[in-house]
């Protein structure tokens, strides 16, 4: 499963999600969340034996149990389903702006943190002379922070 045509906004009471649901490379349904406190729904039924498929999946999941910071557990439902998708939505497209951006960019990274931070050069990494660029990395190495690390697959070792 996955989601397409995302669109966001700010709504009256959190973030508003228009999106289709893909089934296996198919189109599902239309989910709408308004944001206006109630939570989202199927808005449109695109196919509807792929709708009932999924459905019937998010009946078939176990409760979510929680223990921090106090116990308890619900029940899986088409929020928390859009909610797993968007997620995996946006770190896919969190994904391709990094690589996107190896190609003009040094990527440091720390573990613990959420985003990373870059050096960016005036032209493509591949078109700086190699010694130029190893003397480039080895400096930004020396400055790194604990934790930190280059996380550019397009890389002269240094």
Same mark, same amino acid.
Not at 74 to 87: E, R, S, W
Not at 90 to 98: L, M
Not at 123 to 139: A, G, M
């Given at each position: 499963m996955e989601?397409?045509?995302v669109?966001?906004w700010n709504?009256h009471d959190?973030?508003?999600?228009?999106?289709i &649901?893909?089934?296996?490379?198919?189109? $599902? /349904? @239309? *989910?709408?969340?308004n944001a206006n406190?109630?939570?989202? !729904?199927?808005?449109?039924?695109?196919d509807?034996?792929?709708t009932?498929?999924i459905e019937?999946w998010i009946?078939?999941?176990?409760a &979510?149990?929680?223990?921090?910071?106090? $116990? /308890? @557990? *619900?029940?899986?439902?088409i929020?928390?389903?859009?909610? !797993?998708?968007?997620q995996?939505?946006?770190?896919?497209k969190?994904?391709?702006a990094?690589?996107?951006?190896?190609?003009t960019?040094?990527i440091i990274?720390h573990?613990d943190?959420?985003?990373?931070r870059?050096y960016?050069f005036p032209?493509?990494?591949?078109?700086?002379p190699?010694d130029?660029?190893?003397?480039?990395?080895v400096?930004?190495?020396?400055g790194?922070?604990?934790?930190?690390?280059?996380?550019?697959?397009?890389?002269p070792?240094?």
């Amino acid at each position: 499963m996955e989601i397409k045509n995302v669109k966001t906004w700010n709504g009256h009471d959190g973030i508003g999600l228009n999106c289709i &649901v893909y089934l296996n490379g198919k189109r $599902a /349904f @239309e *989910y709408l969340d308004n944001a206006n406190g109630g939570g989202g !729904d199927i808005s449109y039924r695109i196919d509807k034996e792929l709708t009932k498929k999924i459905e019937d999946w998010i009946d078939s999941q176990p409760a &979510v149990v929680c223990t921090e910071p106090h $116990a /308890f @557990e *619900y029940k899986y439902n088409i929020d928390n389903l859009i909610n !797993d998708l968007h997620q995996k939505y946006t770190d896919k497209k969190f994904d391709r702006a990094k690589q996107k951006k190896m190609l003009t960019c040094i990527i440091i990274e720390h573990p613990d943190k959420n985003g990373y931070r870059y050096y960016k050069f005036p032209r493509n990494l591949s078109l700086i002379p190699v010694d130029l660029l190893k003397q480039h990395i080895v400096k930004i190495k020396s400055g790194l922070k604990l934790g930190e690390k280059i996380v550019n697959t397009n890389l002269p070792t240094v």
